[in-house]
């Protein structure tokens, strides 16, 4: 689909939506905080992004369709 990169953010203290994101196989590349004008409980914390290059996603061939393991 000529996508290089696939990007998630969460909360840091989302811990549910970080489990999703490492069970696709993203990985945590950077923790960012910012001044949100009405904070809510956790943004202390900060923000993660979670990314997942075309490249790292080829090298596990467990998740391509047709593949062996593949999951649906």
Do not use: C, F
């Amino acid at each position: 689909m000529g996508v290089g990169r696939v990007t998630a953010t969460t909360m840091a203290v989302n811990t549910g939506s970080r489990r999703v994101m490492e069970k696709a196989d993203l990985r945590h590349v950077r923790t960012v905080h910012r001044a949100w004008p009405d904070p809510i409980p956790g943004h202390e914390q900060g923000e993660v992004e979670y990314a997942l290059t075309k490249t790292q996603w080829e090298s596990l061939g467990r998740r391509r369709p047709g593949s062996a393991g593949h999951m649906d």
